[in-house]
């Protein structure tokens, strides 16, 4: 069925330290990633995305891999800074997914200064 | 800047009562979807809509029903609201691919 797993569930960094969230999703016909940010109280944001013809995309300290042939994807953050301290949110769509976007289960990041 | 809006940002009801959430969005874009989050099960999808006046369930249906008689506006109707649809509310608007969220309405049911 469509399932993206996200791991971990928590990230605790020490500021200046690197975070590394990943997610595996189910169909190899998907096509569309995208990572959201959502800070306490706040709706998610967009902070970066990926398509299945790039492998790699860096947005300063964010960048985001894919890797089509183990089918996962991951987001990397450098340098944390406390307000980097969020639950982020993976999601794949296309194949069998459709249009639609099929979210994992969240990653509270805390970054402790 | 995109925007997506919902009409409040929390609401109090009592079982049985009819709840009524909308959202509006201004991008001219053909998609929208109703989520809901709860902690530790992410965002769930109830029900999503490609076109004014079409709509298709989601992975959480039960419960809810949706109208879109207009391509800005997308309304979650709960019939008969139950204490387990307490839950925070999040509606999105988006072209093909990216989805962009409105505030969400925090949504006890009494």
């Known amino acids: 069925g469509e399932n993206v797993e996200q791991h971990p569930s928590t990230l605790s960094v020490q500021e200046g330290d690197s975070a590394v969230i990943k997610c595996t999703y189910s169909d190899s016909a998907s096509n569309y990633f995208p990572w959201y940010k959502q800070e306490l109280g706040k709706r998610p944001q967009l902070i970066i995305d990926?398509?299945?013809?790039?492998g790699e995309k860096k947005d300063q300290r964010i960048a985001v891999t894919l890797n089509k042939t183990a089918k996962h994807f991951s987001l990397h953050i450098t340098e944390t800074q406390p307000e980097d301290s969020a639950v982020y949110f993976c999601?794949?769509?296309?194949?069998?997914?459709?249009?639609?976007?099929?979210f994992g289960a969240g990653t509270i990041l805390r970054v402790k200064s | 800047d995109v925007k997506v809006t919902q009409s409040s940002r929390y609401l109090v009801k009592r079982t049985g009562e009819k709840v009524f959430l909308e959202c509006v969005q201004d991008m001219d874009h053909e998609n929208m979807f109703w989520y809901r989050q709860d902690p530790g099960l992410g965002l769930r999808l109830i029900y999503f809509s490609y076109d004014v006046k079409m709509k298709e369930k989601g992975d959480i249906p039960e419960g809810y029903s949706v109208s879109r008689e207009k391509k800005e506006r997308f309304s979650l109707i709960l019939e008969s609201a139950s204490t387990n649809q307490t839950s925070m509310y999040l509606c999105a608007g988006g072209g093909a691919d990216t989805q962009y969220f409105g505030p969400g309405t925090r949504l006890t049911v009494l």
């Open positions: 990926i398509r299945s013809n790039v």
């Open positions: 999601a794949a769509q296309g194949g069998e997914y459709g249009n639609k976007l099929v």
